[in-house]
């Protein structure tokens, strides 16, 4: 067995301890007594963070033991491993061999700072050294520019920085304001992120109900703010750093939204996307601390949370639960400068804004809510400000191309309603074909046959299905103008979205009166009117009757109201076979 070569344990560790330097028996003592005593993690955790700590293992014990303390749980290396198992990730451990090891043989707590301080310099050195690695690395692949390099050590001056004012008592001192420079600054002046939904640092929530939309609208809106394009009518701007966590879209979805978007390959921009991640309740000190490390990795500046519901492991009615959210996860963003985006349902009462305890709402500057009116129509509306700034309202229009099923490349935006937003929209698309049937002067009430028969006429191809959508989208809008309607918007459905109105097996209700679209619930028929037989005075004959309209099947008269509408038979004529009831007069 000559030709084979052993496995080099022991020359790989020291290769690796080279190339990472580290102190592993530092880390292990460490790992072993904070299982045992909460004073010795704080103790710690005044000279180390996290990210000081090299082995993934210890890593994950001291980020289980931080959630622990937060929450108030008792600590012992049997509740460690069962909260680590809880997680999923008992794998990480050795299976909980490597917790039954070090909490057997552990040192005093009040020797756990003198190797958390040997695990600091190690820490240091080590970024020292993937500082030199990283520019290397720079120059080896041709990113030789000086200015390349001095941006690297520029960065590194800055973390090290901040580190070294984040222990001891100065990184409580940094919180107190500097009277001069604090009144010297201009905040009216601060200058709104792209789309002018919110200014850099700030929190907003946007809610609406399952079918607004929430998703479409903040993934285009994010991702052309990560790639600098304009959005709402708004300047560009230099591309701005993302971080989107989702836990609510599937990846079919995700891709076939920001291919309609124009997005791609090489045209993603400085977005980042977490589809879910496995990171612990975002209401933990645990799981503040993996989205923070999550944050630092991809350099964000704004965080979207899709949905925020599925990121909490507390009950949603619970103040507590939306407290603790916001102590463990947003209020280290906001200190840290960082904006962040959260979506979010509506309850049962739309009017009363996102579902669950009151108090998810009062840590954000601005709550957002986005409505569906029908036809691609939207409204987004802030409820809540906390400062002013910026508009209240945006009325939106959704607009869309389509092929079959699927949705164009490129073809999907969101844009400010205007007078001209029909000379904008996509030609073919639904609200185009809303446009021109409006310049055409056709009623918003009329049913799938007037407007199929003047599509027709203006030479403007659609299905039965797209036919269908426009009438009820029109519709929508007629009810909103009559109060003696009950509005049912209902908009255009994208990828991921379930039609508002469609039935379970894919079939829909016949027409039930002419006007009204298949499935839509119909005002009960009005039989026609005889003329009237009102003279201009005294033994005046009735009016003649050749100026009343006809049924063009049975050649009676036609009620003038039904007739003003656009129809030209009788409810139970058929223009098909030219068959009518006999009491049709």
């Not at 973390?159 to 001069?180: F, I, N, V």
């Not at 962040?340 to 009151?358: F, I, P, Q, W």
């Not at 002419?514 to 003279?535: A, K, L, Q």
Request: with cysteine.
């Amino acid at each position: 067995m000559e030709n084979v070569r052993p496995f080099p344990h022991q020359a790989d560790h020291d290769g690796l301890t080279r190339r990472a330097p580290h102190d592993a028996e530092a880390e292990n003592l460490v790992g072993g007594v904070i299982m045992h005593d909460a004073s010795a993690y704080l103790e710690c955790a005044k000279v180390i963070n996290r990210d000081d700590i090299y082995q993934p293992a210890i890593r994950l014990i001291w980020d289980t033991v931080g959630g622990m303390i937060a929450e108030g749980k008792a600590l012992h290396p049997v509740t460690v491993r069962a909260e680590i198992e809880k997680a999923g990730r008992l794998r990480e451990v050795d299976g909980g061999n490597l917790i039954t090891h070090l909490g057997a043989d552990y040192i005093p707590g009040s020797m756990a700072p003198h190797f958390a301080d040997q695990i600091a310099k190690k820490a240091r050195l080590r970024r020292h050294f993937e500082h030199a690695t990283a520019k290397q690395a720079a120059i080896l692949t041709g990113a030789a520019d000086p200015e390349v390099l001095d941006e690297l050590d520029d960065k590194h001056r800055e973390y090290e920085t901040s580190r070294t004012s984040a222990t001891g008592p100065t990184h409580l001192t940094g919180a107190l304001l500097d009277w001069g420079p604090f009144f010297a600054t201009d905040f009216g002046a601060v200058e709104l992120m792209p789309g002018r939904l919110l200014a850099p640092g700030q929190q907003i929530a946007i809610v609406g109900d399952g079918k607004a939309g929430k998703s479409l609208f903040t993934q285009e809106w994010l991702w052309r703010m990560a790639s600098g394009q304009p959005f709402l009518g708004d300047r560009a701007q230099n591309p701005i750093p993302l971080l989107y966590v989702d836990a609510e879209n599937g990846h079919q979805d995700i891709q076939d939204r920001f291919t309609s978007y124009g997005a791609g390959p090489g045209r993603m921009g400085l977005l980042s996307y977490a589809s879910f991640p496995p990171i612990r309740p975002l209401d933990t000190a645990g799981g503040g601390q993996d989205l923070l490390a999550l944050v630092r990795e991809c350099e964000a500046r704004l965080v979207c949370l899709d949905t925020v519901s599925r990121f909490i492991s507390g009950p949603e009615n619970d103040s507590d639960t939306w407290l603790n959210l916001y102590r463990h996860t947003l209020l280290p963003l906001k200190r840290a400068g960082i904006s962040s985006v959260r979506l979010d349902h509506t309850g049962k009462d739309a009017d009363r804004g996102a579902r669950g305890s009151s108090a998810k709402t009062q840590d954000v500057d601005h709550v957002w809510e986005l409505r569906a009116q029908g036809g691609g129509d939207l409204l987004l509306r802030r409820t809540y400000t906390r400062t002013g700034i910026g508009p209240d309202t945006f009325h939106i229009v959704r607009q869309a191309r389509k092929d079959g099923d699927r949705y164009l490349p490129g073809q999907t935006r969101h844009v400010i309603a205007t007078y001209d937003t029909a000379e904008q929209a996509p030609p073919g698309s639904d609200q185009d074909i809303i446009s021109r049937l409006d310049a055409a002067g056709v009623p918003l009430d009329a049913g799938n046959r007037i407007v199929r028969a003047k599509l027709t006429e203006l030479q403007i191809p659609a299905g039965s299905d797209k036919v269908s959508r426009i009438v009820k989208a029109r519709q929508a809008r007629a009810a909103k103008r009559s109060p003696e309607r009950s509005p049912d918007p209902v908009q255009e459905t994208f990828p991921g979205n379930v039609p508002r109105n469609g039935s379970r097996d894919g079939k829909t209700a016949g027409q039930t009166f002419p006007g009204n679209t298949e499935g839509t619930p119909g005002t009960p028929p009005v039989p026609p009117s005889p003329p009237s037989r009102r003279g201009d005075g005294e033994g005046t004959a009735p009016t003649g009757t050749e100026t009343t309209p006809l049924c063009t099947v049975c050649e009676t008269p036609l009620n003038t109201d039904w007739a003003n509408r656009g129809y030209d038979t009788h409810l139970g004529c058929d223009p098909t076979t030219g068959s009518h009831p006999t009491d049709a007069a």
